[in-house]
């Protein structure tokens, strides 16, 4: 039964990287086995403490919203650079590293902006599509760079 399940946060120590899984389990030892197994190593290379705040995604996956708010990071989408909460963001799933977040954060309002233009319907064969005219997209778009704020690192002289 899944309300029998305990969230494990299972470490490996041996590649250096610190890598870490997330395993659902009855007990420590049945979590620290699976998790070795998901990680690829043997059990005693790994560390197995409970994880209560992750108890409520039983029997899991554990959402990766709530992994990169537990100090997970996740590969910045542009760049590959680590993007972790205080040093990027997740947005919509997507990864962002520190110098992409202001990119992403302009995207993802301009998309909300466009949404909400009333009296708009996507098209029944094409419901992803969002209906904008290019007067309409270069206003909010406009509106979403001047609200993230200056982009330029500048200087003069030394
Ligand atoms: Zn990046």
């Known amino acids: 039964m899944a309300e029998s399940l305990k969230a494990y946060i299972v470490t490996e120590h041996v590649s250096g990287e610190d890598q870490a899984v997330v395993r659902f389990a009855a007990s420590n030892v049945i979590a620290r086995r699976e998790g070795a197994n998901g990680l690829d190593v043997e059990f005693p290379d790994v560390s197995c403490k409970r994880a209560e705040h992750f108890d409520g995604f039983a029997p899991g996956p554990v959402p990766d919203h ?3 708010k537990a100090g997970w990071w996740f590969f910045c989408t542009h760049c590959q650079a680590r993007a972790s909460d ?8 997507v990864a962002y590293c520190s110098d992409h977040e202001n990119a992403a954060t302009v995207a993802a309002r301009v998309v909300q902006d466009v949404a909400e233009l009333p009296d708009r ?10 209906l904008v005219t290019a007067k309409e997209l270069r206003r909010i778009v406009e509106d979403a760079v001047y609200a993230a704020g200056p982009q330029v690192d500048g200087g003069y002289g030394e």
């Open 121 to 130: 319907t996507s098209p029944d064969d094409w419901p992803d599509a969002m």
């Open 86 to 93: 205080g040093s990027g963001a997740l947005i919509d799933g």
């Open 66 to 68: 709530a992994l990169f």
